[in-house]
């Protein structure tokens, strides 16, 4: 998705936050206050439903890719920690790091650290991946701003909600040898456009914390 960078940094705008844990996305509540759809090619569905007795977001996408974008003003050294769960049904398994046809995954969240011109702005891409290596990092084929980070990888915890922490002010440092700018905004994105796949995901709440 050539165009996700610049969508998503066009989209951002300063929303000052403050507290010991912020809550980035309560979809347990049935709440999408301040979530916004953001298509990139085709639209992957985005709905509030129940899975596993509890209330979650559904993601399904068929050759599809678009986001849900939460704008934010967040210094990531007072908030480090990005607290998240989430399920998928399978892997992609024609996902291809290396190229621009391969780069799908079941599911990702974005944080986006805005600049003042898009060019300059950065990104890291936490996916549930097919093939990458489980804590492997390596820049999407689109721009070297946008480092991609399998958290999660193969299909050994299909079909089972995993909790994933990761400290986002560290990971900043390590892959862009430089401090941050203020956290402009969290995405979600299940995307297929370029596999030419269909999968589901679940996302559920979404939370930063200080350290």
Avoid at 94 to 112: H, L, P
Avoid at 121 to 142: L, Q
Wanted: glycine share 6%; aromatic share 12%; proline share 5%.
């Amino acid at each position: 998705m050539p165009m996700l960078i610049i969508t998503l940094m066009l989209f951002l705008m300063t929303t000052p936050c403050s507290a010991a844990e912020m809550t980035v996305g309560k979809f347990s509540t049935e709440d999408l206050s301040g979530w916004n759809d953001k298509p990139f090619k085709g639209k992957t569905t985005y709905e509030l439903a129940k899975n596993d007795e509890k209330n979650v977001l559904k993601a399904h996408s068929v050759k599809a890719a678009s986001g849900l974008i939460k704008k934010l003003s967040v210094d990531s050294k007072k908030f480090p920690i990005l607290r998240w769960s989430w399920k998928i049904e399978h892997t992609l398994k024609k996902e291809d790091i290396k190229t621009k046809k391969g780069d799908d995954f079941a599911a990702r969240v974005y944080v986006v650290f805005p600049r003042t011109f898009f060019w300059r702005m950065r990104a890291i891409n936490y996916v549930w991946a097919a093939k990458m290596p489980k804590d492997s990092f390596a820049p999407s084929p689109y721009t070297s701003n946008s480092i991609i980070v399998a958290v999660e990888s193969g299909d050994e915890k299909v079909g089972t909600w995993v909790s994933e922490e990761r400290n986002i002010y560290e990971d900043y440092k390590k892959m862009f040898g430089e401090e941050p700018p203020l956290l402009g905004g969290i995405a979600i994105l299940t995307d297929t456009d370029n596999t030419q796949d269909e999968v589901t995901a679940y996302y559920g709440d979404i939370f930063l914390q200080g350290p």
